[in-house]
């Protein structure tokens, strides 16, 4: 039809006039009986035309709208795309316009839309900022990245402070196939909700500051002189308590000088890149009087992008504790993991095992994977790959058959659980 029309339409840029007399149309399209046709053609195709524009405009709009709540991360259903369809149709006075199934399946088909889980939950506010997220986080990575030719790697430094909680559990297991929901047992549920938190520090070059920070959830609020004096003696834990389990200003102020001051040992400069945590106006001047002292601070809501200590180092930090935790559980043993000395026993054991050489490529990755330095560090092994893959059938000490619970990083010998944790293995 458009091809017939065009032809007989086609007009003599000289004259103005048609090229073509109504016989030669007739000779070319021999279906095209009659000189009528060509104005019902012409009809036909202008109402078909304006009818596929608009058409065409729905779905614009609609994928629009799409774009726009995905964009915010709201959930978006079938009966959506059609109500908001529907709505540009009327809009459009297109009104025999259905929004139908079939519309719908082509619709999908052509955006590439389908049904998905929600595997993250995110808050509505945190996505509509996710733009100014995304800026602030590039600015800062990009401050870090020109400061950093002033410092050896050993002196950047990135710390935060991290809760833990009583007899976390692992979030895998095995179980049956095709069972509707896995179960994972907490001793008691009250316990689970118990926390305390570490504050660990990590250097660009890799290493793992020592001693490591350690804040107990105390109702009270403090330690007795006569439960200090009964507490498990580390080398490399410093023990303090909070009403909540969590820092406040002042415990931030007992680890810069307990911790921090003392680990930098020989460093004249340093540069602390840590977060602000509380969104208060905690740790405000802190730092100010540390001679050398630089701070940056990560700006809000960037933290699981570009913090390295959330984006790899954490997770592997809570490896060891899960592990002798879901032990604890599986072989009934009869230790409660969320006595005071068995958080410090374990605090300290797992702190002395990730100070191990073996992991300082693991650490310096996490600086990697934030975006700090281009240099990837080459192949490196985890926690789980350096302390629990074994393949021996017994604990290394000879007087012992008890199967091997995790491999030592500093002495590779694999030991049992008693050997290791009831003995306090330390290097
Ligand atoms: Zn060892
Ligand atoms: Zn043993």
New binding site residues.
């Given amino acids: 039809m458009a091809r017939a029309v065009d032809f007989y339409d086609e007009v003599n840029p000289k004259t103005g006039q048609r090229k073509r007399r109504w016989s030669t149309v007739k000779h070319n399209f021999y279906r095209v009986q009659h000189h009528n046709y060509i104005a019902r053609f012409r009809r036909y195709l202008e109402r078909h035309g304006r009818k596929k524009q608009k058409i065409d405009q729905v779905d614009d709009y609609v994928f629009d709208m799409f774009e726009k709540a995905r964009g915010n991360a709201l959930s978006v259903h079938d009966i959506d795309l059609r109500r908001w369809a529907l709505k540009k149709a009327m809009d459009e006075s297109l009104h025999n316009f259905t929004a139908s199934h079939h519309w719908l399946l082509t619709f999908k088909h052509k955006h590439n839309i389908v049904s998905r889980k929600v595997t993250k939950v995110v808050t509505k506010r945190a996505t509509q900022s996710k733009e100014t997220i995304k800026t602030s986080a590039d600015l800062f990575i990009a401050d870090v990245r020109k400061r950093l030719p002033n410092y050896e790697k050993s002196e950047v430094i990135n710390t935060d402070q991290s809760g833990i909680e009583l007899e976390i559990r692992s979030t895998r297991t095995l179980s049956y196939k095709g069972e509707k929901i896995t179960v994972g047992a907490v001793r008691s549920t009250n316990a689970n909700t118990h926390s305390y938190t570490v504050q660990p520090a990590i250097t660009l070059d890799g290493n793992l500051l020592s001693p490591i920070y350690l804040c107990l959830k105390e109702p009270t609020g403090r330690i007795s002189e006569n439960i200090r004096s009964h507490l498990f003696k580390t080398s490399n834990v410093i023990v303090t308590c909070s009403s909540s389990g969590k820092l406040t200003t002042s415990l931030v102020e007992y680890w810069r000088d307990q911790v921090l001051l003392p680990s930098i040992g020989q460093r004249k400069q340093f540069l602390l890149i840590s977060d602000c945590w509380g969104g208060q106006t905690y740790g405000k001047g802190l730092y100010d009087h540390i001679p050398g002292c630089t701070r940056l601070e990560i700006p809000r809501s960037t933290t699981s992008q570009i913090q390295p200590l959330d984006v790899f180092f954490n997770r592997q930090m809570k490896v060891i504790p899960r592990r002798i935790y879901d032990r604890v559980m599986l072989d009934e043993l009869d230790i409660n993991m969320s006595d005071r000395n068995n958080i410090i026993r374990l605090t300290s054991l797992n702190h002395n095992q990730l100070l191990s050489e073996r992991f300082r490529r693991m650490i310096q990755y996490a600086w990697y994977a934030s975006g700090y330095t281009d240099t990837h560090p080459g192949p490196f092994e985890t926690v789980a790959d350096v302390c629990f893959s074994l393949d021996v059938a017994?604990?290394?000490?000879p007087t012992?058959d008890?199967g091997?619970f995790i491999c030592c990083s500093w002495c590779r010998k694999a030991?049992?659980?008693?050997?290791?944790f009831l003995s306090y293995h330390f290097h």
């Fill in positions: 017994t604990c290394v000490v012992c008890a091997p030991l049992c659980f008693t050997h290791f």
